[in-house]
C-alpha cells in the first residue's frame, strides 16, 4: 500500500523559492538533491562538471550553487576558486559544497576555496535542507549598480549634436522628476496602489531612456508590465528594485560628463 507524500508547507515553499545551480556528476545523487528542491518550490539547473558550472554562473543569476567536489574536467574546488575570483556579486553568492569521501582537510579546503557550507554523502535530508534553507536566508540583494547605469553610447546617440548645456540642463530637470516619481512610487508601494505603481513605472520608462538609463529604464518596464498581476511579494521585489536602481543612476548621472563631440 502507498501513501501520498505530505504536503509541503507554504512558509517552507516561500524560504526555497530560488533559482539554484545544482553541480553534480552523479545522476543518481542529482537526482535526489533535485527531487527535494523543487518539492519545495525551487528551480534547479544541473550541470555535471565545474567548468560547466563556472560557465553558467556568468550565463544566468543564481542564488545558490550546490557544488559536488569531485567532478570530471574540472573540481568544485576549483569552479568555485574561479567563481569568487569574478569579484562583484559572485564573491558573495552562496556556496555549498559536497562530497562523498570525507577525509581530514576536506572542510578547510572547502573553505579556503570561497565555499560558505560543507556536507558528506549521502544526502543526509535534514541536514541538506537545512544548509541550504540557511544560506538561501542570507543570499544578497540584487546590486543594480554593478552593471553601468549610463549608457554613454545612447547618451551619445540622442545628445552628441547638442552642446553640454542642453545635456545637462535635462539632466537636472530628470534628476528632479526621479526624486518626485520615486517618492511617488514609495507611497503607492505602502498603499498597494497599483495603478499608481505603474503610473510611475510607465513615466521613468521613458524618461530614463532619454538620458541613457537603460538599466532604469528596463527596471520601470519590468514593474510596469508586473505592477496589475504580480504577487505582492514579486511586487515588492520589482519596487525594491526600481527604488534601488533609480538612486544608483542618479549618482551616476549627477558624476557623469556631458558626451563629448
Not at 544541473?46 to 557544488?67: K, S
Not at 503607492?188 to 499608481?196: L, N, V
Not at 524618461?207 to 511579494?233: H, Q
Amino acid at each position: 500500500m502507498t501513501t501520498e507524500p505530505a504536503s509541503v508547507p507554504e512558509n517552507e515553499r516561500e524560504r526555497f523559492k530560488s533559482h539554484i545551480l545544482l553541480a553534480e556528476d552523479s545522476q543518481t545523487n542529482a537526482m535526489v538533491a533535485t527531487a527535494l528542491l523543487e518539492r519545495r518550490g525551487a528551480r534547479v539547473d544541473l550541470v555535471t562538471n565545474g567548468r560547466e558550472a563556472f560557465d553558467a554562473v556568468r550565463q544566468r543569476p543564481y542564488d545558490l550553487i550546490i557544488m559536488d567536489i569531485a567532478m570530471p574536467e574540472m573540481d568544485g574546488l576549483t569552479a568555485t576558486r574561479q567563481i569568487r575570483a569574478l569579484g562583484g556579486d559572485f564573491a558573495h553568492l552562496p556556496i555549498l559544497g559536497m562530497t562523498a569521501h570525507a577525509m581530514p582537510g576536506d572542510e578547510k579546503a572547502c573553505r579556503d576555496a570561497g565555499m560558505d557550507h560543507y556536507l558528506t554523502k549521502p544526502i543526509d535530508r535534514a541536514a541538506f535542507l537545512k544548509a541550504v534553507g540557511d544560506l538561501l536566508a542570507r543570499k544578497p540583494a540584487p546590486a543594480p549598480a554593478a552593471a553601468p547605469m549610463i549608457d554613454l553610447g545612447q547618451v551619445e546617440e540622442i545628445w552628441g549634436e547638442l552642446d553640454q548645456g542642453s545635456y545637462r540642463e535635462v539632466v537636472g530637470v530628470f534628476l528632479g522628476e526621479l526624486k518626485q516619481r520615486l517618492a511617488g512610487l514609495c507611497e503607492a508601494a505602502a498603499e498597494g496602489d497599483r495603478r499608481a505603481i505603474g503610473r510611475h513605472a510607465h513615466a521613468l520608462k521613458g524618461a530614463a531612456a532619454n538620458v541613457g538609463g537603460r538599466p532604469l529604464s528596463a527596471a520601470a518596464a519590468a514593474l510596469e508590465a508586473a505592477a496589475g498581476t504580480a504577487a505582492p511579494g514579486e511586487l515588492v521585489r520589482l519596487v525594491r528594485n526600481l527604488q534601488e536602481t533609480g538612486a544608483a543612476t542618479s549618482r551616476a548621472l549627477a558624476a557623469s560628463d556631458a558626451p563629448s563631440r
